[in-house]
């Protein structure tokens, strides 16, 4: 009865301590998510600014004769 109450208690232990692992691996999964969906904003907000320089040079260019409306137009698209 005392061996059987000690193996009950040990896997009572090891089940504690499979939960707290469990929660540790979702909390570092979804920190991790943030970093990468963090990144990844940032990646775009500097894709969008590229994307608006370009423009203002290709609309330049357009105003000075040296590109056409098509050109300043597949700029604007990709803004959109």
């Known amino acids: 009865a ?6 009950g208690q040990e896997m009572e232990t090891l089940g504690t ?3 707290e692992l469990t929660v540790m691996q979702r909390v570092l999964e979804a920190y991790l ?10 990646a775009a907000e ?3 600014k590229s994307a608006a320089a370009d423009l203002e040079r290709a609309e330049a260019f357009r105003n000075e004769g040296l590109t056409t409306d098509a050109d300043v137009l597949s700029i604007r698209v990709y803004l959109a």
């Open 17 to 19: 301590r499979s939960a």
């Open 46 to 48: 500097e894709s969008v």
């Open 2 to 7: 005392i061996q059987s109450a000690k193996l």
């Open 33 to 42: 998510g943030a970093k990468l969906g963090e990144s990844a904003w940032q």
